[in-house]
């Protein structure tokens, strides 16, 4: 088994960390003989967090990309026997390297805990109805909800007919509201432009409003990324434009990372913030939760007391995080969640809702979520949206049906070309997308005219990548004379961070420029949270990457005018229906989709699994 697990890390299938754990547990296990079923199960659960997932279902192990002989591989029953006859491999309960639970799920010790505190944490705060003071939660609720600054539900509802905000005579930004002040715990799901952060604005004015108490509420609002906290920053900003001055001048703006929230410290095992250290909060806002993983979301629970309400903002369609876990996704559950009849009560007498999905039996999570099905942006007349929307159906009949409208949207261009004649299509997309930039008068002007396109790719090498696209990018502007031809730091050059730098104020997925001052020095500049650009030293960058493409990943908690999303000519295990949706979604006005007809199916077939344990905690309890 070593043997063929040797050459399986050869081959690229799994890493050399996780033979070296399945060896190391071997040995830990004390045995005089070499026992092949731990070496195996201890390796495959390491490569198991190594591509995503919390946990290796014994009964899966021959669904996985090895190539190594089926015989060869024990049946879960009696596997589960030897494995727990081993004292490295304990029951659920029990304090041993590997856990192995009741359905044969393996894990590694710690990210079993991992999802016990979650579960356990969140389920608390989803129990119960908390008591509101009826008569000022609905005259707000009425105030908040209503037309206002121009918005008028009602003439979205006609707007948008299928998509309609009142569903079923019932408008659930309001319900959102209304139910972030009868539960402790709220999970709000929604695509993009379906006025999420609009409606927490309105969530943190209403609760504001309604403190009784003498001091005001302790408010935080996180992201995982930078840039998504100052994309929070902003759009609570504008929210708060169209609200009534006296409710609005209570709701908070500054956000921050999870990382800063909860007090990183470099080196360190665990955050200044924890359970002996907890967060000083009645009330915390996190948005783009879909790319939260396991581990922080664990760190998190910890470190928030048990009456803070937690309120979690994202897209179950999206991408999930890039460590271990498809921890959003699983808070959502499947499907549209039904409430209990109790919570439904109050709904109805908070907003006079009548037509509410209520269920005779749910779990306690189901009380907890709600999904926002209006897209305010994307209109009936809109390729992105409709193009969106059928990817995310697994449907290709109805995204070749889209395709095939294209030239009817003028939100929605597709190339299929293939080649030479895709290069060359390629060259002139990116003249016309950068050439904007590079020439910009002012650095102000260029960054602006950074965020208005950009190539979005499913792969990091290759043609088509992100390090293929960068350097035909720099190739062509250097042949059309628009940035140097003599040095690789240039103005104008857009460059993308690759790792923290809390000192600087600068995050992994941070996008600067290169731009000279007054007096001649070369310069990274990059935004703050108000919008103002600050320099800073090239010397003293952290690692980063020229940001003309970048990948999807790096793209979530981004939006762009213009995306131009670029699929490799050749089939990857990395394309899924999860990676297009959110591809698709980054771009604000318009969509370019280059992509072989093939490819693109291949990648909307394919859905983005992951294993763990936690669906089933938080909803099948």
Avoid at 141 to 165: D, I, M, R, V
């Amino acid at each position: 088994m070593r043997t063929l697990l040797q050459q399986a890390c050869d081959r690229g299938e799994i890493r050399l960390l996780d033979l070296h754990i399945g060896l190391f547990l071997e040995k830990l296990a004390g045995r005089d003989t070499k026992m092949d079923e731990l070496l195996l199960a201890g390796t495959l659960v390491s490569a198991a967090v190594g591509n995503g997932h919390v946990c290796q279902p014994l009964d899966q192990v021959a669904e996985l990309s090895l190539q190594i002989d089926p015989s060869l591989i024990p049946d879960p029953d009696s596997w589960r026997m030897a494995l727990l006859a081993t004292p490295v491999v304990g029951p659920p309960g029990e304090t041993t390297p590997l856990i192995l639970d009741d359905h044969n799920r393996l894990y590694l010790y710690r990210f079993y805990q991992y999802e016990e505190q979650i579960s356990h944490d969140l389920l608390n705060r989803a129990d119960g109805i908390t008591e509101v003071d009826d008569h000022p939660a609905r005259e707000l609720l009425a105030q908040l909800f209503s037309a206002h600054n121009g918005t008028n539900y009602q003439q979205l509802a006609k707007e948008n007919s299928g998509l309609s905000p009142i569903f079923n005579g019932t408008n659930y930004q309001q319900l959102a509201a209304a139910l972030a002040l009868l539960k402790r715990l709220l999970v709000i799901s929604g695509g993009p432009g379906t006025g999420k952060t609009h409606t927490v604005a309105r969530i943190l004015a209403l609760i504001q409003a309604l403190n009784v108490d003498t001091k005001p509420l302790r408010i935080g609002l996180a992201a995982p990324t930078g840039k998504a906290a100052a994309r929070l920053e902003e759009s609570i900003r504008n929210a708060k434009e169209s609200m009534p001055p006296e409710l609005a001048r209570n709701v908070p703006e500054q956000a921050q990372t999870l990382h800063r929230l909860l007090g990183f410290r470099p080196g360190a095992d665990d955050f200044r913030y924890n359970t002996k250290n907890p967060l000083h909060l009645d009330l915390l806002v996190v948005d783009e939760a879909s790319m939260i993983d396991v581990v922080l979301m664990a760190a998190l629970v910890q470190a928030l007391p048990a009456k803070t309400r937690l309120i979690l903002l994202g897209d179950r369609n999206q991408l999930a995080s890039v460590e271990a876990g498809s921890l959003f996704g699983d808070l959502c559950g499947t499907g549209a969640p039904a409430w209990s009849a109790p919570l439904c009560d109050r709904l109805r007498q908070l907003t006079g809702a009548e037509k509410l999905p209520q269920a005779t039996s749910t779990p306690s999570m189901a009380d907890s979520v709600i999904l926002l099905r209006t897209s305010y942006r994307f209109r009936d007349t809109s390729g992105i949206g409709s193009l969106a929307a059928a990817v995310n159906s697994g449907s290709m009949e109805q995204v070749d049906s889209v395709l095939a409208m294209a030239v009817d949207f003028s939100d929605l261009q597709v190339c299929t070309l293939t080649g030479r004649n895709r290069d060359q299509w390629l060259q002139d997309r990116i003249i016309e997308g950068f050439q904007a930039m590079v020439g910009a008068p002012s650095v102000e002007e260029a960054y602006q005219a950074m965020q208005k396109f950009r190539f979005l790719c499913a792969v990091r090498k290759g043609p088509a990548g992100v390090e293929g696209i960068n350097t035909m990018a720099e190739q062509v502007l250097r042949k059309a004379g628009l940035i140097d031809r003599e040095t690789d730091w240039y103005q104008g050059k857009p460059i993308i961070i690759r790792r923290n730098q809390y000192d600087m104020q600068l995050f992994n997925g941070d996008t600067g420029i290169l731009w000279r001052t007054k007096d001649g020095q070369l310069r990274a500049w990059f935004v703050r949270p108000d919008n103002s650009l600050y320099p800073v030293t090239p010397a003293r960058l952290p690692d980063h990457d020229t940001a003309y493409g970048i990948t999807i990943h790096k793209a979530q908690g981004s939006e762009f005018d213009q995306v131009l999303l670029l699929l490799p000519e050749e089939k990857s295990r990395v394309l899924s229906r999860e990676l297009i949706y959110t591809g698709i979604t980054r771009a604000r006005s318009k969509l370019i989709l280059c992509s072989d007809p093939e490819i693109l199916a291949t990648a909307v077939r394919q859905r983005t699994s992951r294993h763990s344990g936690l669906v089933e905690k938080l909803w099948l309890t």
